[in-house]
């Protein structure tokens, strides 16, 4: 099979497009009802604040998160079917990105190979298939974007896309010194990466000062919820100690056998920034609230950017077409995702403990497969899986 870059992002497109169709087999929709305490009902809350319905209240920080609701408000499409379009465009945008920043490191099969191996995590196109009313999927994008901006030191492209993440999700705040970090590396002035980071700050200022749908009385804040997850996980309250550690296993699956590497440590501490996001990130999904599996998410692309490049360049393509194969059963494809209120949870905050156990070993030993396949990459399986095709920029 041998296919140049510029087939790269219609295949891409199309294989997603064809998993949307695939994960319909065992993924439903999530069917809400009003008194449901779930993060849909306060973005369709938000939506309708938005659009003048008087007895609309969204709790905080729902309230605050006002980007991606604004743009379904401004469709007059029906809530759910709003926040579904724009989870495609994000989504799509999210891979066409992610092809830009793999292009140095691997050859066109071998960045399809990736935004499939990033398409099939059980929080990628699986999620907003099955809970389409969330602003995951903008806040994805617009950390990969980030993420390119940054590393073209574009300060005017990092300023605006920061003001729509932390309107988006308060929590991308944490991307704001990367700039900085980078321009530091490269020992240019920081000036403007300083001033880079102040208009997100004064929007999220703004947004909590005077938001446009006031939050209902009572609900938590941002401060207040991290603080009562972090005594969660602190008391193991619920478990939840247990559950944060393995959320990295419930978010990545079996990329964890590349990821848990020192050529993965490598690749995070050559690339200035890059360490800091990845522990922060953690950190953040980790105390920002009880879906840590899901919140790890949002800095997937990273995460499947490190991966190809902690894989040793002679055997990338047939090691990320390994890893995807394996991802049926270490990113729990298989397992049918209802969207009845009374069905088996999914997320690793909700699962019961043998659950929680079960997947967790099947997802190491998943790991170790790839572990073992990374390092010796020599299994006729992977020999055949796909034939490399050598880039057209060779990585230093």
Known sequence: MRIGWWAAPALSVAVMTGLVFAFRFNTSLLQLTADMPADAVHYVRLVEGLRSVASAQPQA??????????????????????????????????ALVLLKLLRP?????????????????PYSIRLFVNYPILPDALATFLFVALLMA??????????????????????????????????????????LAILAALPAAAALAAIHLWPPVVPADGS???????????NAIWTNEHDEAWRALAAPL????????VLLSRSALAVVRS?????????????????????????????????????????????????????????????????PLSGEPD???????????????FWSFVVLVCSAVVAAARSVGTGPLLRSAVVEISPLTVPP
């Open 220 to 230: 938590l804040g941002t401060v207040s919820n991290v603080a009562h997850f972090g």
């Open 250 to 257: 419930f978010a990545l699956g079996a990329l964890v056998g």
């Open 105 to 121: 490191w691997v050859g066109p099969a071998g960045a399809v190979m990736a935004i499939v191996g990033w398409s099939v995590l």
């Open 150 to 191: 940054a590393q073209r030191r574009n300060t005017a492209m990092f300023a605006v896309l920061l003001v729509a993440a932390v309107l988006t999700r308060e929590n991308l705040s944490f991307v704001a010194p990367l700039l900085l970090l980078r321009t530091l590396a490269a020992r240019q002035p920081v000036r």
């Open 343 to 357: 069905a088996p949870p999914f997320l690793v905050g909700y699962v019961p403990l043998e659950v929680l156990a």
């Open 271 to 335: 690339e200035p920034g890059w360490l800091y996001l990845v522990i922060a990130g953690v950190v953040i999904a980790t105390v920002g609230g009880g879906d840590h599996d899901r919140y790890i998410g949002t800095i997937s692309p990273l995460l499947v950017l490190v991966a190809v490049r902690a894989v040793r360049w002679p055997i990338r393509t047939q090691v990320l077409a390994g890893v995807a194969a394996i991802q049926v059963i270490g990113a729990r494809l298989l397992v």
């Open 61 to 94: 920080p729902f309230a605050f998160r006002i980007l991606p609701a604004a743009i379904v408000a401004a469709t007059g499409l029906d809530p759910a079917m709003g926040f579904f379009v724009l989870d495609v465009a994000a989504i799509l945008g999210t």
